[in-house]
């Protein structure tokens, strides 16, 4: 803080470090808390989905006693899926959600295999939900990994800052300790979320035609299944190149057939 | 925070949990938001040595967001060595201190070794100073460790419920580390490969049909990549009848139009 108030002050930039994806926070307060957070543990990258009051709020700055430049270069974005969508591995901090089949992490093993992938050159990304009511189920089909802080279940709120803090601290020990020795890697990226979000639409608009999401009802969880379930291979670019081909075959000739049936019940006038 | 609403709240009362001693804290808030992080990790006892703006303050009450014990029960003592007095191990928190020849221990170091202390029957305590001073250094002739929280030396100015979160936090791993502490997994296993393969040749089989596979000296190749970027999803056995479906939907119709083509084909003598 002093470093900063003398104007000598240059944050890290990284790019081996995760940014922070704040999903619909309410409070400027909080966001600015969890500035001063993300200054204590040598992050700089904060990405905002839909802040509740708008941006820039004055109250941020105030809170974050000092470290202004995660506030000053905030970025905005209108949905988690336009938030995350170059990143490569979304770590999501909530509570235990059953709903989605997602691997359970602590926040050290977020930190370390974070690090791990970090080094390998791909783009990390921490989304915290909104104050009071978390991350939604839907927004889950954005991430990789939940990670779960081990709260006592008889008091599980934990304020937003606070959870940002745990988790940037597992990650600060993992920064501080890190070795010289380089990973070696024996695979491509995984690719950036836009294009794995790219093949998913692709497929349920094919599984639309097909009738496969049935009753209507159920096609937010059908979806949220399909999708958490992919989430977790980390397909490279050239993967889900190779899938989407893969839906274009099996649906290959279908759309004929479609068409062929329409124009028969139209010619029988039905 | 259930729990509580719901009256059947009891917190759970140890004399193996550190008390945490807050040294001159100036804002309620602060002290609210201390009492909420207490909550979350388990931790009941809470004292307060001469509290700027008497004690007690309506607004740490707000702040607490229901974690109410530690404030209902919070004693106020006028220095440190009484709030000190009962207790045979203190960690105070506070940055490194040249002036004081004390270990200077991390808050892991300060939570494995509190443990091992407080399970051989040893009152421990976590003391922190006031928000803008941190601790005097004539304070800490009461401590018997020095924990460092690992900050950005760049942005050093941690606020003070962060501060406690980083070491309550650290105890909660050790007391959930205690033998029968169990952190529950959210995934259901992995299934096992023979369902994995049948969907594999189910995929494969129809990929087939669709001259998916062209040239045919490649398919091996293609094969292994399919498998392998959707072994790595290690899907359940739910999650595979769920694959096998998708597949079905997208070939539905497709035999339909084959059969058709290839009655076209014959009839017209091809």
């Known amino acids: 803080m002093d470093a900063r108030a003398s104007g000598f002050y240059k944050p890290h930039m990284s790019?081996?470090?995760p940014c922070i994806i704040l999903d619909r926070p309410q409070l400027a307060e909080n966001i600015g808390a969890v500035a001063r957070v993300m200054g204590?543990?040598?992050l700089t990258e904060l990405r905002l989905v839909a802040p509740r009051d708008g941006w820039p709020q004055?109250?941020?700055w105030t809170m974050a006693a000092g470290a202004q430049w995660p506030l000053d270069g905030a970025m905005v974005y209108a949905t988690v899926e336009e938030a995350t969508a170059d990143l490569q591995v979304v770590y999501a901090t909530t509570a235990r959600n059953r709903e989605v089949n997602l691997p359970v992490i602590?926040?050290?093993?977020?930190?370390?295999d974070g690090m791990g992938k970090a080094r390998e050159g791909l783009?990390?990304?921490l989304l915290f939900g909104a104050e009071r009511t978390g991350l939604e189920t839907h927004d889950l089909i954005h991430a990789h990994y939940i990670v779960t802080i081990p709260v006592d279940p008889r008091f599980s709120s934990l304020n937003?800052?606070?959870?940002?803090?745990i988790v940037a601290y597992e990650?600060?020990?993992q920064i501080m300790d890190a070795p010289g020795a380089e990973f070696t890697k024996n695979q491509d990226p995984p690719a950036e979320m836009k294009h794995l979000v790219g093949l998913y639409e692709h497929l349920e608009a094919e599984l639309d035609v097909s009738g496969f999401f049935f009753p209507e009802a159920k096609r937010p969880s059908m979806v949220r299944n399909l999708r958490s379930s992919l989430n977790r291979a980390s397909l490279t670019e050239q993967e889900i190149r190779t899938w989407r081909g893969v839906v274009t075959a099996?649906?290959?000739g279908r759309g004929r057939v479609l068409a062929r049936l329409a124009k028969e019940k139209a010619e029988k006038g039905e």
């Open 15 to 17: 790019e081996n470090l």
């Open 40 to 42: 204590n543990f040598g």
């Open 58 to 60: 004055e109250k941020a």
């Open 106 to 112: 602590t926040p050290r093993e977020c930190a370390s």
């Open 123 to 125: 783009k990390t990304g």
């Open 160 to 165: 937003l800052a606070q959870a940002v803090n």
């Open 171 to 173: 990650w600060r020990l």
């Open 250 to 252: 099996l649906t290959k």
